[in-house]
């Protein structure tokens, strides 16, 4: 296990040795708990926090990619196996979502312009999703691993990345680099 500079270290009194996966430490049930808590306070606190509503003499429009109005938790869920599923096509422009509805956390935020083709090839996610249901299972806890999508996003690259991002930085979900400093990457 090699830390990167800003990597936060789950286990700060052990020395870091390279070691095959299995053989790496892992973490305790007691800090895992602590772990997910830690965001899930974060996250529930988002959902329970009105947004301040602007008044206007006008009647203007809302914003259409309005990242306070896209509640990852309140989308349709589909198993983490759809992409499996044989399709027609490339697919469509959209945010997706990696989610663990057994305990309403947002765990992962991205981007695509085919979602039909995002999650065929390699994804980093893949495997902290696997790590994170290894360790659960480890300690008999329950998971329920789902993506969500949200496909009123824009069609524009640049526009979709910046809707992305300031969807990972206000749910400050685990699996986003972005946000590796403030959670630690225990399931890298």
């Given at each position: 296990?090699?830390?990167?500079?800003?990597?936060?270290?789950?286990?700060?009194?052990?020395?870091?040795?390279?070691?095959?996966?299995?053989?790496?430490?892992?973490?305790?049930?007691?800090?895992?708990?602590?772990?997910?808590?830690?965001?899930?306070a974060?996250?529930?606190?988002?959902?329970?926090?009105?947004?301040?509503?602007?008044?206007?003499?006008?009647?203007?429009?809302?914003?259409?990619?309005?990242?306070?109005?896209?509640?990852?938790?309140?989308?349709?869920l589909?198993?983490?196996?759809?992409?499996?599923?044989?399709?027609?096509?490339?697919?469509?422009?959209?945010?997706?979502?990696?989610?663990?509805?057994?305990?309403?956390?947002?765990?992962?935020?991205?981007?695509?312009?085919?979602?039909n083709?995002?999650?065929k090839?390699?994804?980093?996610?893949?495997?902290?999703?696997?790590?994170?249901?290894?360790?659960?299972?480890?300690?008999?806890?329950?998971?329920?691993?789902?993506?969500?999508?949200?496909?009123?996003?824009?069609?524009?690259?640049?526009?979709?990345?910046?809707?992305?991002?300031?969807?990972?930085?206000?749910?400050?979900?685990?699996f986003?680099?972005?946000?590796?400093?403030?959670?630690?990457?225990?399931?890298?």
């Open positions: 296990m090699t830390t990167e500079p800003n990597q936060l270290n789950l286990f700060s009194d052990v020395k870091s040795t390279l070691a095959p996966r299995a053989k790496q430490l892992v973490m305790s049930e007691a800090a895992l708990l602590k772990w997910k808590s830690r965001i899930l974060h996250q529930q606190q988002l959902r329970q926090a009105q947004p301040l509503q602007q008044t206007s003499l006008f009647d203007l429009t809302p914003k259409h990619c309005d990242p306070d109005t896209i509640d990852p938790l309140t989308l349709q589909v198993p983490m196996s759809f992409y499996r599923r044989p399709v027609d096509g490339s697919g469509e422009a959209c945010l997706y979502f990696i989610l663990d509805s057994a305990v309403e956390l947002v765990l992962y935020v991205g981007e695509t312009c085919r979602s083709k995002r999650w090839g390699i994804h980093d996610c893949k495997d902290y999703i696997a790590s994170y249901q290894d360790l659960h299972s480890r300690y008999g806890l329950t998971t329920a691993v789902n993506a969500a999508f949200w496909w009123d996003a824009p069609v524009d690259r640049r526009a979709r990345q910046q809707l992305e991002l300031e969807l990972i930085l206000k749910w400050r979900s685990p986003n680099k972005e946000n590796w400093d403030l959670w630690g990457q225990p399931f890298k």
